[in-house]
């Protein structure tokens, strides 16, 4: 037996105490609803643990040490701030609101309404804030002529968020790739693993959770079939004029946080030109690192494996930021100040995001200081077969999110200790290493989606105007169907070990024959058109 392994079979040295850090930080999540508090006590009692008794200091030493030992920690929060401040200038120059009034003019029904919101939303791949931001703001006001419910229009957004976020040019796929990291540390096979890019890669195939959907609200945009909640949203809006349910308190929309737009004519050529230089120089610049580091005659994958992407990302993201405030100053809508003062509140836009970043980092640290994963991998390696790994985790990571509220803290609390297992499982071999990261962000994803306490389902809910409640109890219908297709088609995988290439369309088709059939059944059921817009309407759109 290698080294390594012989080192995978030890005996965590705290043992279940390693356990308590993230069971404290889910456990005080679900009592507090404050994600970063909590996160942070459960920094704070690892510290304890680990030191026996002088948690505070240790705990501020960590969280010092996870931003200020790690250029690559630092190169993320940039990053993220840098993607902020990018968005906010797009929408105070009036870049979003020109994709908006490009829009209007062809959008004539509920279907293209609903399709442009897709669609944009899978545009917006820069960051899930930002998405339901950008989306939900300048769709609402069309969605509200169309007749379609907020409820219809939170969820189309909230879907098309962190889904998407989780594959693009993102703060979430550098966040990604520092969780990868943060495993293969707790697992100890920083050498012998693939390359953390590499595996993000091979995941994303299995981050089926997130790819279904995306899919589903095609489906449901397209065929305009619902059922649950929503189907009962959509006939009061479409019958009855009212995008709101009587007596709903919608949350107020958030143009507040974002400025005014500083012009009367909004142009497209503020939304392509600095969205157009993010992805030159992010694609250029990986291209360019990639080649360099694996030399000439190198393949795609080794060219990929090789390439700079998080400095990629972040020469994109200040580019960005950069093309924004020149063009904004050329054109005279904004001087200097004016710009700089755009870019901080861009900043104060990801705070939150970098500050839950920044106690994932730490409270993944603890768990590797810990040998939380060591323990875990112990225990559950005589129950868990290679069959089983993908459903459990990503059940695992499901529970956790939903009970948190944060995607990115469970990401955080789950894949230091699910790397381990899934190298462990495999025979000390990558072969399952991008089945578990994938179903980790799947799982992490779809309990964020069915939150109350989500930060980004609460934002999907303030930009679009929706009622709070009525968009979670709405939407926990599809999400409940996506996962459902998802488990299945994993489990398919586990037992067969089908490329999911396949799977992924055989999963599309079936998401497509549930929709039909209980749109069917549940319209049956209630005595109402599964299809909403398709019955006669009443009277004019109200939100009162």
Partial sequence: MSELGALALQTSEFGALSLLPPLLAIFLAMITRRAILSLFLGVWSGAVIYTGGHG???????????????????????????????????????????????????????????????????????????????????????????????????????????????????????????????????????????????????????????????????????????????????????????????????????????????????????????????????????????????????????????????????????????????????????DLEEAMETVIDGFSMMLTAASILIMAWTIGGVTTSLGTGTYVTNTAEPFITPTLLPVVILLASAVIAFSTGTSWGTMAIVTPIAIPLAWQIGGATPELLPVAVGTVFSGAIFGDHCSPISDTTILSSTFTGADHIDHVRTQIYYAMTVISVALVMLLVWGVTRITPLILLPVGVGMLYGVVYGLSEWDAGRKGVDPKASTTEQAVAPSDD
């Fill in 56 to 334: 505070f200091v240790t705990t501020l030493e960590w969280t010092a040490q996870s931003i200020g030992e790690s250029l690559f920690n630092a190169k993320i929060l940039m990053i993220v701030m840098f993607l902020g401040a990018g968005v906010a200038m797009i929408w105070r120059l009036g870049g979003a609101l020109a994709i908006a009034n490009y829009a209007t003019s062809r959008l004539d029904s509920q279907r293209k309404v609903g399709l442009a919101t897709w669609i944009f939303g899978m545009l917006w791949f820069f960051g899930d804030y930002s998405n339901t931001a950008i989306v939900g703001t300048t769709m609402r006001d069309m969605a509200d002529e169309m007749r379609m419910s907020r409820e219809k229009l939170s969820y189309i957004v909230d879907s098309t968020a962190a889904p998407v976020a989780t594959f693009g040019i993102s703060s979430w796929v550098v966040y990604q790739l520092s969780m990868i990291d943060q495993g293969y540390e707790s697992a100890g096979i920083a050498e012998q693993a693939p390359g953390s890019f590499t595996v993000f890669l091979q995941s994303i195939p299995f981050n089926m959770y997130c790819i279904f959907a995306v899919v589903m609200v095609g489906i449901i945009v397209l065929t305009q079939r619902d059922f649950g909640e929503m189907l009962d949203a959509e006939h009061r809006s479409w019958k009855q004029g009212k995008v709101l349910r009587d007596d709903a308190t919608p949350m107020q929309s958030a143009e507040d946080s974002l400025g005014d737009v500083v012009t009367d004519t909004p142009s497209l050529r503020f939304f392509l030109v600095p969205v157009g230089s993010l992805i030159t120089v992010v694609f250029v610049g990986a291209a360019f690192t990639g080649v360099t580091g694996a030399g000439a005659g190198a393949s795609f994958i080794e060219i990929v494996d090789n390439a700079a992407f998080v400095d990629a990302l972040l020469w994109g993201s200040f580019t960005m930021v950069s093309v924004g405030i020149i063009s904004g100053t050329i054109a005279g809508l904004m």
